[in-house]
């Protein structure tokens, strides 16, 4: 059954970042700057992340364990610290090379603060810091990691590293993306929960919007 259940969320993993590559490389990705003060945008997220956790649960129909939304232990919250630290010192250096700015191939974050959007922006924090990482946790270091538990710790660790940065359809931001998924992997490796994951995540996305408006 298992079985069935990977091959299902591997599917989903592919299509997903198939398409997201077709997009960029065909140049018909719309993403710009000005995203974040678009409520269409918050609804095209809330339909794209609805509809991924509609597949990702049907996946995990009557394993409510695959998810590991576990309380997690009394080390959680200095591991999770440790991540996040590590994580964003591992981009000031891929930050420092002789590339583009891996922060920047996205483009979703502003350039500059726009107070007449306001309520779009905040409806598009929520977004980007409380559903997707909710559902995205729940996609790679719930299920996705539950299911690679076979290969061993550390090939299902970097395995989801992998498959979390693809996901994303970028090229030079795989040299963030990728540690990033590993280091959630790890965390929830360490904790068997994704929910100590979700925190960074939030954190993660939210510190990003806001040095990016307050700069």
């Given at each position: 059954?298992?079985?069935?259940?990977?091959?299902?969320?591997?599917?989903?993993?592919?299509?997903?970042?198939?398409?997201?590559?077709?997009?960029?490389?065909?140049?018909?990705?719309?993403?710009?700057?000005?995203?974040?003060?678009?409520?269409?945008?918050?609804?095209?997220?809330?339909?794209?992340?609805?509809?991924?956790?509609?597949?990702?649960?049907?996946?995990?129909?009557?394993?409510?364990?695959?998810?590991?939304?576990?309380?997690?232990?009394?080390?959680?919250?200095?591991?999770?610290?440790?991540?996040?630290?590590?994580?964003?010192?591992?981009?000031?250096i891929v930050v420092a090379l002789p590339i583009r700015d891996?922060?920047?191939?996205?483009?979703?974050?502003?350039?500059?603060?726009?107070?007449?959007?306001?309520?779009?922006?905040?409806?598009?924090?929520?977004?980007?810091?409380?559903?997707?990482?909710?559902?995205?946790?729940?996609?790679?270091?719930?299920?996705?990691?539950?299911?690679?538990?076979f290969t061993g710790r550390w090939p299902s660790i970097l395995?989801?590293?992998?498959?979390?940065?693809?996901?994303?359809?970028?090229?030079?931001?795989?040299?963030?993306?990728?540690?990033?998924?590993?280091?959630?992997?790890?965390?929830?490796?360490?904790?068997?929960?994704?929910?100590?994951?979700?925190?960074?995540?939030?954190?993660?996305?939210?510190?990003?919007?806001?040095?990016?408006?307050?700069?």
């Amino acid at each position: 059954m298992n079985r069935t259940r990977l091959i299902c969320w591997l599917a989903l993993i592919a299509v997903i970042s198939a398409l997201e590559y077709i997009a960029r490389f065909s140049g018909s990705t719309t993403n710009t700057r000005d995203e974040v003060y678009s409520y269409s945008a918050f609804g095209d997220g809330l339909v794209f992340y609805g509809l991924v956790f509609g597949v990702v649960y049907a996946i995990a129909f009557n394993r409510a364990d695959l998810f590991a939304l576990r309380r997690p232990g009394r080390r959680a919250a200095r591991l999770a610290i440790g991540v996040f630290v590590a994580i964003y010192l591992w981009e000031l250096i891929v930050v420092a090379l002789p590339i583009r700015d891996p922060g920047k191939e996205q483009a979703l974050t502003p350039t500059h603060w726009e107070p007449s959007h306001a309520g779009a922006f905040a409806a598009n924090v929520v977004l980007f810091t409380v559903v997707a990482p909710v559902v995205e946790e729940l996609t790679f270091r719930g299920v996705g990691q539950s299911l690679l538990r076979f290969t061993g710790r550390w090939p299902s660790i970097l395995l989801v590293g992998i498959a979390f940065g693809l996901w994303h359809g970028l090229v030079e931001a795989l040299l963030v993306l990728i540690p990033f998924g590993v280091g959630l992997a790890y965390l929830r490796d360490r904790t068997r929960s994704v929910v100590p994951g979700m925190v960074v995540h939030a954190l993660f996305n939210g510190v990003a919007l806001a040095l990016a408006v307050l700069s």
